[in-house]
């Protein structure tokens, strides 16, 4: 499983319990990049990616999802599937908010493979691709 996260500089998922992933542009860039692949995610994630007409959706994704499928992760936490996944794709807004939901899985554990400045409608956002550390 390939998981999708959209985090703070301080690795808050959610503020005020609401998601981080509003940016349009971003919404559009992460539909470019799964072309062709499953997106597993869960209702409350579909009500903001609407254009992903083939979204698998449902509430238990993250223990459906298989080798190379990705996961859009916005309101739940990974630790307890951290054997399951393969990568986090980790967009940062290099903002800090008041998070009340952050990323329960340490980066510190997984190697840094790749690192791109993005454009989005309404932020500068850092992508950072993790793959599994030794």
């Known amino acids: 499983m390939i998981a999708i996260v959209c985090l703070d500089d ?3 998922m959610m503020f005020n319990q609401r998601r981080q992933s ?3 542009g971003l919404r559009e860039y992460i539909k ?6 499953k997106v597993f995610m869960n209702a409350y994630s579909k009500e903001l990616y609407q254009e992903f007409p083939d979204a698998v959706v449902c509430e238990d994704f993250l223990d459906r999802a298989d080798k ?5 992760v916005e309101n739940q936490g990974l630790k307890l599937l951290e054997k399951k996944i393969e990568k986090i794709i ?8 008041p998070s009340d939901m952050k ?3 340490n980066l510190k554990n997984w190697n840094l493979i790749e690192k ?5 409608s309404s932020h500068h956002i850092l992508k950072e691709i993790y793959t599994k550390g030794e």
């Not at 470019?32 to 692949?37: F, L």
């Not at 190379?68 to 859009?72: E, H, I, S, Y």
């Open 116 to 120: 791109e400045e993005l454009e989005g």
């Open 103 to 105: 990323l329960d899985v």
């Open 90 to 97: 980790v967009f940062r807004w290099k903002k800090v908010y």
């Open 22 to 24: 509003q940016d349009r």
């Open 32 to 37: 470019d990049m799964t072309k062709n692949a």
């Open 68 to 72: 190379g499928d990705f996961c859009l």
């Open 10 to 12: 301080c690795n808050g």
